[in-house]
C-alpha cells in the first residue's frame, strides 16, 4: 500500500517557477515507478512525466519537454517536478501516481493516485 501526497501548487504568472513535491508513505517506495498527471477544467486526465524506480530513465509529455524536469529522492521517499517557462496552458491540478509497472504509467492506470494539487498560471 502507498499513499501519495502532492504539495507545492499555486498561483504564478505566465514565465514563473514552480516546484511540485509528492510525499510516499511506505517503505517500499524505491520499488516503485513515479508519475505526474494534470486535468484541466473540461479536459480529460493527461500524462504530464514519469520517472523509473531508479530514477535513471524519465519520459515527458511533448507539451512539456524542455520545461518541466521530474526527478525523486529515494531516501525521502519524495518525488519532484520542477516546472519551468509556466504558461497559462499549464493551469490544471497536478496528481502524482506511482506502480510498480512502468508503462501503467504511460497508459494512465497506475495503482496509487494523490489527491492533487492546483496549479493556476495567470497571462
Known amino acids: 500500500q502507498v499513499q501519495l501526497v502532492e504539495s507545492g501548487g499555486g498561483l504564478v504568472q505566465a514565465g514563473g517557477s514552480l516546484r511540485l513535491s509528492c510525499a510516499a508513505s511506505g517503505r517500499t517506495f524505491s520499488s516503485y515507478a513515479m508519475g505526474w498527471f494534470r486535468q484541466a477544467p473540461g479536459k480529460e486526465r493527461e500524462f504530464v512525466a514519469a520517472?523509473?524506480?531508479?530514477?535513471?530513465?524519465?519520459d515527458y509529455a511533448d507539451s512539456v519537454k524542455g520545461r518541466f524536469t521530474i526527478s525523486r529522492d529515494n531516501a525521502k521517499n519524495t518525488m519532484y517536478l520542477q516546472m519551468n517557462s509556466l504558461k497559462p496552458e499549464d493551469t490544471a491540478v497536478y496528481y502524482c501516481?506511482?506502480?510498480?509497472?512502468?508503462?501503467?504509467?504511460?497508459?494512465?492506470?497506475?495503482?496509487?493516485w494523490g489527491q492533487g494539487t492546483q496549479v493556476t498560471v495567470s497571462s
Open positions: 501516481a506511482a506502480d510498480v509497472a512502468w508503462r501503467t504509467l504511460v497508459t494512465m492506470t497506475p495503482q496509487y
Open positions: 520517472i523509473t524506480w531508479s530514477g535513471g530513465s524519465t
